[in-house]
């Protein structure tokens, strides 16, 4: 199979397998004193520093978490106030902000900063904003520093989810203004089910899970360690692996020309923005998004459409609605994410299969998904 599905969850590292296995085979609680429980504690921290050099901040604010989910639940649901979030966020923000306002975003997907100070003129008391490093549905960079710079002149706390950064662009937290941070190890070739939020200054939530003392008492529960000692090796490797960003940028390039060279009428959405090199969000006019996906996961290439936190289903994205791309664009779009393994060859088995979707449904005619599933 030629995988393109990163923005969903990347492919196990070997590193990461490899550190995993060995704790697994370990015993001991990190709570305890005791020397099994030390050494456990000991390669938390550890990671604890890896995962912090991934965003340059101090080790002492990262907070190990189950994932992004709850990393945005607890920066958003934990602090007094109400959120001012984009539009364009990923699910997990977006519904842990409540009755908070959306911040638009232009034809493109960045975030309109002067609907952002409108609305921060607008609210009295507390105020989370919270928007995104980079898009996951376009790969779409917003402009992090200026909008958190307009949050902190009216006084409000400023999360960025860059779960979808990390690994993919050089970040620094200090750099970027942000008072909290989301990462999550699956995005980077780590486990899934562990992320962090990463804290900068003393505005620091509540806890969400109350118990034991755990994570300095900002998150109650036994650390997972096989997990937590992954996301360490993932992030380690992530930062090595930023210099390969130009190689991933070309295959992405290519991988665009071709597709619209193939398809007339064929469209990258965001593509006139600044986007991470691993994300392309391609229409193929005429061709429903589950058509496509179904049709090329039969053809040996696995993409998705849209954002991979539905159970499955295919629905109408949000994120293209906010860029007000029109409903038979936004229902023919598809996502190609690359990541740490992707090769040449990879590229090579998605276009041949697009270009055959394409022929199949006619030249853009409508093909349903019994037609896809026996094409």
């Excluded at 949000?318 to 740490?340: F, K, T, Y």
């Amino acid at each position: 199979m030629a995988y393109l599905d990163y923005n969903a969850t990347a492919p196990l590292r070997p590193a990461v397998m490899e550190a995993m296995t060995a704790v697994l085979g370990a015993t001991g609680n990190a709570s305890s004193v005791h020397r099994s429980g030390r050494r456990a504690r000991r390669a938390i921290e550890a990671a604890r520093r890896q995962v912090a050099a991934l965003v340059r901040a101090d080790p002492e604010r990262v907070v190990f978490t189950s994932g992004g989910t709850e990393a945005n639940n607890l920066a958003l649901s934990a602090l007094p106030g109400r959120a001012l979030v984009s539009a364009v966020e990923h699910p997990s923000v977006l519904r842990a902000a409540g009755d908070g306002a959306a911040i638009p975003v232009d034809a493109h997907g960045v975030v309109d900063l002067e609907a952002l100070a409108r609305l921060l003129a607008d609210v009295d008391g507390p105020v989370v904003v919270s928007v995104m490093a980079a898009n996951n549905e376009t790969g779409v960079l917003q402009p992090i520093a200026e909008a958190a710079r307009i949050a902190h002149e009216a006084g409000a706390f400023f999360h960025c989810d860059a779960v979808q950064a990390a690994g993919r662009i050089d970040l620094d937290i200090d750099g970027l203004g942000a008072d909290a941070m989301t990462l999550s190890a699956h995005k980077l070739g780590g486990p899934q089910g562990v992320g962090c939020l990463v804290f900068r200054g003393d505005r620091i939530p509540a806890p969400m899970l109350k118990g034991g003392t755990q994570e300095k008492g900002w998150r109650a529960g036994t650390e997972n360690l096989p997990g937590i000692v992954g996301f360490g090796v993932a992030a380690e490797e992530a930062v090595a692996d930023l210099g390969r960003t130009p190689a991933l940028a070309a295959m992405r390039d290519r991988l665009e020309r071709e597709a619209l060279a193939a398809v007339p009428g064929a469209a990258v959405l965001g593509a006139d923005a600044p986007r991470v090199a691993t994300t392309s969000c391609l229409a193929m006019p005429g061709v429903a998004s589950e058509t496509q996906v179904i049709a090329l996961d039969l053809a040996g290439v696995e993409v998705s459409a849209g954002a991979a936190c539905s159970s499955g289903k295919v629905h109408r994205s949000h994120v293209l609605d906010a860029m007000g791309v029109p409903e038979p664009i936004a229902e023919s779009a598809i996502r190609v994410s690359l990541g740490w393994a992707s090769e040449a060859a990879d590229i090579d088995a998605f276009l041949a299969a697009w270009a055959a979707t394409y022929a199949r449904a006619g030249g853009g005619a409508k093909m349903n998904r019994e037609e896809a599933a026996t094409a």
